[in-house]
């Protein structure tokens, strides 16, 4: 099941036999650009400080390459990290996968689903991307799905809406 226009994750380190649907091509594209804010404003703190300091922190400016290293690094693996979320409908629960270095795998039960938001920030509406917020029974997890189109997210929140529903009449 993969139509909001993202790729198929065929598998995750934590589960390799479920096939997820993918996120949004373009949520790559929104990670760099908050990479490169980060960048921007960390840079510009750092500079900020050392000319301030003047002599009495010289070692500051040994920070701006260090800033710029570690951003950089950030914005070259977007794609990557873009492409490690993933969601599973699954006939009971929705399992939600995300993460390269640390992956996670969530398993949301659709009857402990009590609200599903659809947010979107500016950079993710620059892109016709949202963002699908779970407020579960569980005060510990509340995954979300980054990066979908706005049409897959309405679609995929309205039919989960449904079947929380359908589960918590049964209860």
């Given at each position: 099941?993969?139509?909001?226009?993202?790729e198929?994750?065929?598998s995750?380190p934590?589960s390799?036999t479920?096939?997820?649907?993918?996120?949004g091509r373009?949520y790559a594209k929104?990670?760099r650009l908050q990479g490169?804010?980060?960048?921007?404003?960390?840079l510009?703190?750092v500079?900020?400080?050392?000319?301030?300091?003047?002599?009495?922190?010289?070692?500051?400016?040994?920070l701006v390459p260090?800033?710029l290293?570690?951003?950089m690094?950030?914005?070259?693996?977007?794609?990557?990290?873009?492409l490690?979320?993933?969601?599973?409908?699954g006939d009971?629960?929705?399992?939600?996968?995300?993460?390269?270095?640390?992956?996670?795998l969530v398993v949301v039960p659709?009857?402990?689903?009590?609200?599903?938001?659809?947010?979107?920030g500016p950079f993710?509406?620059?892109?016709?991307?949202?963002?699908l917020v779970?407020?579960?029974?569980?005060?510990?997890?509340?995954p979300?799905?980054?990066?979908?189109?706005?049409?897959?997210a309405e679609?995929?929140?309205?039919?989960?809406?449904?079947v929380?529903?359908a589960?918590m009449?049964g209860?």
């Open positions: 099941m993969n139509e909001g226009g993202g198929a994750t065929t995750t934590l390799p479920i096939t997820f649907s993918g996120v373009a929104v990670l490169l804010l980060v960048l921007a404003c960390s510009a703190a500079i900020a400080l050392a000319l301030y300091s003047g002599a009495e922190w010289p070692w500051l400016w040994s260090l800033c290293l570690v951003e690094a950030g914005v070259f693996i977007a794609s990557r990290r873009a490690a979320i993933g969601y599973y409908e009971d629960d929705l399992v939600v996968c995300r993460g390269v270095l640390w992956p996670s659709y009857g402990r689903m009590q609200q599903l938001v659809v947010a979107s993710l509406r620059r892109y016709g991307l949202a963002k779970f407020v579960t029974a569980s005060v510990n997890v509340n979300s799905i980054p990066g979908l189109p706005v049409g897959e679609r995929l929140r309205a039919r989960l809406m449904e929380s529903q589960r009449e209860l």
